[in-house]
């Protein structure tokens, strides 16, 4: 669904599996980067760019949503589960 106010939508989607993810991100329904990485501290740093504007990644409970959740939360990552 579109937006009116022009503002900008960023979009994470990462599908998380116990040694790597699968990733996207899209800004206003454009993919910017799609990526397959480790699912470590590293892999996410890279994946995310340091990008400092995430409103949120939200990811899915399950059994290593743990380990991904404190990956996240030591890159400064707001996380829902």
Not at 1 to 23: A, R
Request: aromatic content about 8%; charged content about 25%.
């Amino acid at each position: 669904m579109p937006f009116s106010g022009g503002e900008k939508i960023t979009i994470i989607g990462v599908d998380i599996h116990k040694n790597y993810c699968l990733g996207i991100i899209e800004e206003n329904n454009t993919v910017i980067t799609k990526l397959k990485f480790s699912n470590t501290e590293q892999g996410w740093s890279n994946f995310l760019k340091g990008d400092d504007n995430i409103d949120s990644v939200i990811i899915e409970a399950g059994s290593i949503s743990e380990r991904t959740l404190r990956y996240l939360e030591d890159l400064n990552v707001p996380v829902k589960m």
